[in-house]
């Protein structure tokens, strides 16, 4: 199998990277186009995002990643997206992969954030036959509002005090104001990805539970942990939303040596039990 990277257009013409994974004796009339996680979740968890790609191909099925704007090898600066942003561009991402692919019909994945993404946009397609989340973030501003807590952790480490709170930080990144202490602007997260505040404004609107009633396909919902666990109360709530909405939803639980977005002692290129199941449940 040869690799296809590439870059393809958004609407406004700005060029975002993809990477296609032909499927080997093509086995299946959909193709599957994933979407990344958010910030530092996403870079780590590009090798195993590109693992799964190449596994869906061996088997007959078409895959399909990409870089959001601002992220990656795409143009655009991290500051400048936004949820809606990130939805559109996977709208985009979606036709360049069925061109490629050669086929109608796709299955959107998402890992943690990347979840929202793919079902927020799956609910409003009709080429969408089903939809995997795996660990979606479905609290997604306390995920953030969390995700700044460490910001603020690292000046106990730069500053050896907190010079400014998380408050401070969002009530700035609004007003276009940096939150500068010493010579750091702190309207990041703790790994420097700089805030903008179009961000801001679609996370503390966002509610996952609005996709549910223009969602329509199967879905699998999968809790990953590095031990025995049940899932989280966020995702039991999310999976029986989908069911009374007459969704059929599967909520899964699969247990890793290695989260796949997270730093660990050990790296691991591949989740073989959530690959594993994943397949499983598509069918191939």
Known sequence: MTLQPHFFNRSDGCKLFGL????????KDFALVFCNAFGKEYEISR???SRFGFALATRGVGAYRFDYFGYGDSEGLFEDTSFSMMC???????????????????????LRFGGLVAEAVAARRDDTVALVMWA???EPWAYFYNALLQTVSMQAVLFRS???TRDQIIENVLAHHPSMVDEYDLN????????????????????PASFTSNLKVPTLLVHVSKRPEPAPPSMIEHAKLLTNA???????????????WMHEKVFA????????????WLGV
């Not at 290129?269 to 499983?280: A, C, H, I, V």
Request: charge should be negative; include cysteine.
């Open 162 to 164: 907190v010079r400014i």
């Open 47 to 49: 090798t195993q995002v």
């Open 188 to 207: 990041c997260t703790d790994e420097g990805f700089r805030i903008g505040a179009g961000l801001i404004r679609d996370l503390k609107d966002l509610s």
């Open 88 to 110: 559109d561009d996977l709208e985009a991402a979606i036709e360049e992969a069925k061109r490629r692919c050669g086929v109608e019909k796709v299955v959107l994945a998402g």
């Open 136 to 138: 979606p973030t479905l």
């Open 269 to 280: 290129g591949e989740s073989p039990d959530l690959f594993g199941k994943t397949l499983q």
């Open 20 to 27: 296609h994974f032909p499927a080997q004796r093509p086995r």
């Open 246 to 260: 007459g969704v059929r939803c599967d909520l899964e639980s699969v247990v890793e040596q290695t989260l796949p």
